[in-house]
């Protein structure tokens, strides 16, 4: 580190538990490139962000529980972050600064890595949350879907998550509440199926949302939930021999897209990846 | 580094040779200390300050052209940085601002660490710019001097620091041109002399300001001219039988004293010599 050093952040309330430095330094040492990143417990989002332009910081990472009024204090939010409504990455370029949601195209990305096809695809969410929104507003905008089916226990959520993923597709986008039979009707018909409920996380490892006899070989099952790395869910899809994704690589691949918009530089996925490997695995 | 790292930082405008990352990231390291020290090109000091706050950035180096402007914006201003009347370090105790200036400490330290007695000490300082103006107004705060001498060309400038350094002190302070009569007169009667005006610097390194035998065995002769590390003036004062102190003394002690502010530790002095003598040395 020197005086031409760039400096990138992470900013949250709490932040002490953050990986996030820890894999941008890696992949930024990996790749010899003169960037430091640091996190930042901030409690005033507007004066964070004079804070970024004030002292000319380049890219910021936006976690809990700023993500959505960081925004108000953008120059310019990418149209995908303002159908989901919250950003997770701010690009700081020559002092304008501009939102994007890099939590979507993570899972997007981590789908089209493995293989899967997209363009095309009936894609069926379970779950109507935050991650559930980047999600399948990000594909709604990103690709050329067959459709869209939304589950979730929320109505009024899951309703306003429909709306705003049917703004960004052409595709027919549904929506109904998750109970044993809608999923036995959406989940077999499904090519693609994205599980964002809290469901099957630490402790409670052994649940899951999906009976196993719904799955069907070669569909492509992504969980979100990333510790354990692998859930019942993803180990029922996979005995029924449909392509699994793990939430870890989500949770990778957002930094990945986050690392190439600051430094406009290919990044170093393997060594990002270990260290979110190493750190879960530690922590399981 | 961490989620749990410090961030120290050094801003001015420019700022892209700035050794003050080097040196502190050298000493957080040797001490095993969770910190970690940028530089930051900045235009508004405003908006900088309250990117610190915003942020929660610890500790601040502030270099030209903001080491006046900045002021403004501290909660607190330690007595002897007013009395400078700049500062060139921040340390932001739990959200509150507090200003410093250590240039005159690194002096004055560098002047005790090499031995010299100031306490009952006849001081003389050359020149009345800014770095004259740290050590001066530093001194008469700190020590108990016999006296001090101020010589300088432009009377103005001379007559005021004169007055900041008498407002400090008990000791009587006198000020003058500086010419072959007056440096006859002060040079031979003081205990110690330091050098503040720019003459001997790179690249008109044979020139000096005090004739040589004007020096006598046992004075302190401090040059603050750091580039050559040893100017003709240190060296005939110290072919004379003068204890010699050179600038870059000056230059790494002022960040110790910073370093020590921020952590809380002692700074290891003998690494971020090495970096700055590193420097300087490639340079020359």
């Known amino acids: 580190m020197d005086a031409k050093t760039k400096l990138c952040a992470v900013i949250g309330n709490p932040i002490g538990h953050s990986l996030s430095p820890q894999i941008h330094n890696a992949a930024f040492a990996e790749l010899r490139l003169n960037f430091a990143y640091v996190a930042f417990q901030v409690e005033d989002v507007a004066a964070a962000m004079a804070g970024v332009r004030g002292l000319g910081i380049v890219g910021l990472s936006i976690t809990i529980p700023h993500k959505v009024t960081s ?37 997007m990305n981590s789908l089209l890595e493995a293989g899967c096809k997209l363009d095309g695809s009936k894609v069926l969410v379970l779950g109507s949350g935050g991650a559930a929104r980047a999600i399948a507003v990000t594909l709604a905008h990103k690709c050329e879907l067959n459709s869209m089916t939304i589950l979730g226990v929320i109505k009024d959520e899951r309703e306003k998550l429909a709306q705003d993923v049917a703004a960004g597709t052409e595709a027919p986008v549904v929506n109904d509440d998750v109970n044993e039979e809608t999923l036995a009707e959406h989940v077999p018909s499904s090519d693609v199926i994205i599980h964002c409920t809290p469901i099957g996380m630490h402790p409670k490892t052994d649940d899951t949302l999906v009976p196993e006899d719904l799955f069907r070989e070669g569909q492509t099952v992504f969980d979100a939930v990333y510790n354990p790395l692998e859930t019942v869910l993803l180990k029922q899809a996979s005995a029924k021999k449909c392509r699994t994704i793990r939430g870890m690589e989500m949770f990778v691949r957002q930094a990945v897209a986050q690392f190439e918009l600051w ?18 695995e530690s922590k399981a």
Chains 1, 2 share one sequence.
């Open 71 to 107: 925004m108000a204090e953008m120059d310019q939010v990418d149209p995908v972050a303002q159908g989901i409504g919250c950003i997770n990455t701010v690009h700081n370029v020559d002092g304008k600064l501009v939102g994007y949601n890099t939590d979507g195209l993570g899972a």
């Open 263 to 280: 430094t406009g530089e290919t990044a170093p996925y393997d060594v990002m990846a270990k260290v979110v490997r190493d750190a879960l």
